[in-house]
Structure formats: C-alpha cells, structure tokens
C-alpha cells in the first residue's frame, strides 16, 4: 500500500471573520482568565502581593458582564 498525505486548505480570513464574530465579553473573559494564571504562575511575586493581584483580576474577571446592567439600573431608577 502506498502512503498518502491529507491536505486542508486553510481560509485565513475565515479565522478572522470568526475571530471578530466572538461575543466581546467572551473575549474579555478569556483575556483575564489568562491574566488569573498568569499572576498565579509570577515568581516575581511575593505571596501577598499575588493574593492582592490575584483577588483584584478575579473581581474583574467576574464583574465582566455586570458593567452594563447597572448602568441601566441607575437610569430606571432615574425615570
């Protein structure tokens, strides 16, 4: 038998379209879970400094969607 090679042409602009199709807080997300670990993986860092670090990107981390609703809170309480 003879061996054969697969080839699988690759639209780059494809992966781009989808790139920019992504939801912006999914983007967000993931940009500040690779911050979390990084923080964690820092041996620059003394513990307590990363304690520091690692609790202020968390609460950025999960705060990321919670940004726009209470902004429309404060105007609903307005009207």
């Known amino acids: 038998m003879q061996s054969a090679k697969k080839l699988v042409l ?4 494809d ?3 989808k790139r920019l199709q ?3 807080a999914a983007v967000v997300k993931a ?3 690779f911050s979390l670990s ?4 820092n041996s620059s860092l003394s513990d307590d400094r990363k304690v520091k ?10 705060n990321v969607n919670n940004k726009e609703p209470s902004s429309e809170q404060s105007t609903s309480a307005i009207n």
């Open 53 to 62: 670090q690692y609790v202020e990107e968390l609460h950025r981390y999960l």
């Open 15 to 17: 992966r781009e379209y």
């Open 38 to 41: 990084n923080t964690l993986r």
């Open 22 to 24: 992504r939801p912006t």
């Open 31 to 33: 940009n500040h879970s």
């Open 10 to 13: 690759v639209d780059e602009f």
